[in-house]
């Protein structure tokens, strides 16, 4: 198991090496502020096939899992050898699957700055997250696949994994031009919640290659699409502005908006 989960590593990070290669480096000379600055169209936004490859690799490998009891065999031969060693359940994924977006958030208070500042990232980060959830929820209850712990049939794709490996590649790409190093770390911290989903008892190897597949998916649609939600929430007003920040109440942690016209 130890060598499936370090070639996935070595695989994207290999992967990601390439593509920071070929990607044009361009300065950011945004600033960290909360208002609403000029969009730099460069390759940050850009459309390229070429990142479509590792997270539609994933998501193939995992559906087709669903359907081939050859494959499946994978999921419980990994899973037979985690009952071997009794692994310990303890509850990290819960945390480490933000870890890596809190990571940036966190360098950039200290002044590591990323390549958007806090408006920017938080609406490419929101909308990473949104995408995850509504590729994951409706797949999981279409997919009917019951957990290893066989607590519901919720298993198909995992959630967790997906927000992880989604908080993993918007560390990358806010980072891949200035620290490559830096940028890649938080694919360790994805990994990690993965391969705690299975030793937890919750998830098939499946469930966890194409969550991660659909989070390094979702936060590239995120990139993409943030020149037309820029534009969205900017309009034609040049007077407007736009207010992002973190709130916390009843127990609930979110990101609101607020638009001024």
Request: hydrophobic share 40%; proline share 3%; net charge positive.
């Amino acid at each position: 198991m130890k060598l499936i989960f370090s070639s996935l590593l070595i695989i994207l990070l290999s992967s990601q090496n390439v593509f920071a290669q070929d990607s044009l480096s361009v300065k950011n000379n945004l600033t960290d502020s909360i208002s609403t600055p000029e969009l730099h169209m460069d390759s940050t936004h850009q459309f390229s096939y070429k990142k479509l490859i590792i997270p539609a690799a994933f998501i193939t490998y995992g559906v087709a899992t669903l359907k081939f009891d050859k494959l499946k065999q994978l999921n419980f031969s990994t899973r037979t050898e985690i009952n071997e060693h009794q692994p310990d359940h303890i509850r990290l994924d819960n945390y480490t699957q933000f870890a890596p977006a809190a990571l940036v958030y966190g360098l950039n208070a200290f002044g590591v700055e990323g390549k958007h500042n806090f408006r920017d990232r938080s609406i490419i980060y929101g909308t990473s997250l949104l995408l995850a959830s509504a590729v994951v929820m409706p797949t999981k209850h279409l997919a009917k696949e019951e957990r290893p712990d066989q607590s519901n049939n919720l298993s198909f794709p995992s959630g967790h994994t997906a927000f992880a490996f989604a908080s993993a590649q918007f560390m990358y790409r806010e980072y891949k031009d200035t620290n490559f190093w830096l940028g890649v770390s938080g694919y360790s911290l994805a990994v990690f919640t993965g391969v705690y989903r299975m030793l937890n008892d919750k998830h098939w190897f499946s469930d966890v290659v194409a969550g991660a597949g659909i989070g390094i998916l979702s936060t590239e649609a995120s990139y993409w699409l943030y020149p037309k939600i820029n534009k969205l929430l900017t309009g034609k007003n040049k007077n407007s502005s736009t207010m992002i920040m973190p709130f916390y109440q009843n127990k609930t942690a979110g990101i609101g908006l607020v638009k001024n016209f």
